[in-house]
């Protein structure tokens, strides 16, 4: 499968406790994005990657949340400290960076409870 | 107002009919357009960019109307398994970054 994967496809935790998400973009992509994603809403953008540069943060990313494309490849989103508002579905996305176009490629998304 | 503005529905309709879903969003400088679909429980996936001359794909047909800034997908001969949500997905900053999503429109489509 050459699609976008993410890891875990689902995290039950409780509130207090640190969680990691990773996800693995479309090989050659050099963009990827997180988004979250609540019960009866759109995505909502959290930041994004152009290779391994952080290049633009929501302010929905508290400093509790950090995102981080090392080697600009993988990515992890880490949540420290979870509170019940994180519970959400966390979509990473990818797409080649072409100017003319942003189309982007989702995973299946990591579903977090916190209770 | 909402960037990007959807009637969240549903929309119910028979098997066979035609369907419409407009969309509406908040900057003018806009480059990018998407409708996604997103079936329950699962991640959104690309239905059709949409172009300024508008597009068809098969059943599926887009139009922009960058005038009204308003953005519409028509669907023809519904199918049971177009049921799904679609969400309009706009790049709002016009420089190939963030995507900005409605919060979609639902579509049952029943026998």
């Known amino acids: 499968d050459t699609g976008v994967s993410q890891d875990p496809r689902h995290k039950i935790t409780k509130r207090g406790q640190n969680v990691t998400f990773r996800c693995d973009p479309i090989?050659?992509?050099?963009?990827l994005y997180w988004y979250r994603q609540t019960l009866g809403q759109g995505p909502e953008f959290l930041t994004y990657?152009?290779?391994?540069?952080?290049?633009?943060k929501s302010r929905l990313l508290s400093d509790r949340f950090s995102a981080e494309r090392p080697k600009g490849s993988f990515s992890t989103l880490e949540i420290q400290r979870t509170e019940q508002g994180d519970s959400a579905m966390y979509l990473c996305a990818s797409s080649p960076g072409l100017a003319e176009s942003n189309e982007q490629f989702f995973g299946p998304g990591t579903r977090l409870t916190v209770l | 107002r909402k960037e990007v503005e959807q009637d969240p529905g549903p929309f119910n309709v028979p098997e066979g009919a035609t369907v419409a879903f407009n969309c509406t969003y908040s900057n003018s400088a806009s480059q990018s357009f998407f409708w996604y679909r997103q079936d329950c429980r699962k991640e959104p996936k690309l239905l059709m960019s949409v172009y300024s001359s508008g597009n068809e794909d098969g059943r599926f047909t887009a139009q922009l109307n960058r005038a009204s800034q308003y953005i519409s997908l028509l669907i023809r001969d519904s199918k049971l398994s177009d049921s799904a949500t679609y969400l309009c997905?706009?790049?709002?900053?016009?420089?190939?970054?963030?995507?900005?999503f409605g919060t979609g429109t639902r579509l049952q489509v029943t026998l």
């Open positions: 997905v706009v790049d709002l900053t016009g420089t190939a970054s963030k995507l900005t």
């Open positions: 990657f152009q290779n391994e540069a952080q290049l633009e």
């Open positions: 090989s050659e992509h050099n963009r």
